[in-house]
């Protein structure tokens, strides 16, 4: 379960004060908004990229308000995908395992069988210049779910997609 219990972040002028909720494990959360009211500073604070001035963070009853991004365990997709530039496809996916300590061999399986069920292997030793708009996402969203996260939160992940990508990524 995801829980905020009276969170407040900063973000320059801007800020959430006193923000509650839960989100029930095997359940989904929607934060609707007009631009600038705060859904992406709130999942940004959630995930550990922006501070906290106030409240707690927990998933599953455990306090990660003050633990290191990487720390939390969770998988964030940004509205613009934020991919490296100069990583391959391989090298996004095998990021967070790599970063959480994976074995090599751990490491390849999972980018394999990643690779495969989200459509992209064809793309793995390629590198995001060039990437259509859906690749882009297929591939922000395997590295967001590479190291097995036990919460996904994703930012307007099927804007500026096609029909055919948007159906494609909603069945992912």
């Known amino acids: 379960m995801l829980e905020l219990r009276r969170l407040s972040v900063r973000a320059g002028a801007f800020a ?34 922006k501070r906290v001035t106030a ?3 927990l998933l599953d009853g ?15 997709v940004p509205q613009d995908t934020v991919l490296f530039t100069n990583m391959t496809v391989r090298a996004h996916l095998g990021f967070g395992p790599q ?7 751990a490491i390849q399986e999972r980018v394999e069988t990643l690779a495969e069920s989200i459509g992209i292997t064809h793309l793995l030793d390629r590198k995001p210049q060039g990437l259509s708009g859906g690749e882009s996402k297929r591939v922000a969203l395997g590295r967001a779910l590479a190291a097995r996260p036990g919460v996904l939160c994703l930012d307007e992940p099927f804007s500026a997609l096609d029909e055919e990508t948007h159906a494609e990524i909603c069945d992912l």
């Not at 923000?19 to 908004?33: A, C, E, F, N, W």
């Not at 007009?34 to 959630?46: F, N, Q």
């Not at 970063?99 to 090599?104: A, N, P, R, S, T």
């Open 16 to 49: 959430l004060t006193d923000i509650s909720l839960q989100i029930p494990t095997g359940h989904y959360g929607v934060l609707m908004g007009k631009t600038g009211s705060g859904k992406t500073t709130l999942m940004e604070a959630v995930c550990g990229l």
């Open 62 to 76: 455990r306090d990660v308000t003050r633990l290191r991004p990487g720390e939390r365990g969770i998988g964030f």
């Open 55 to 57: 409240g707690e963070i």
């Open 99 to 105: 970063i959480q300590g994976w074995e090599k061999k």
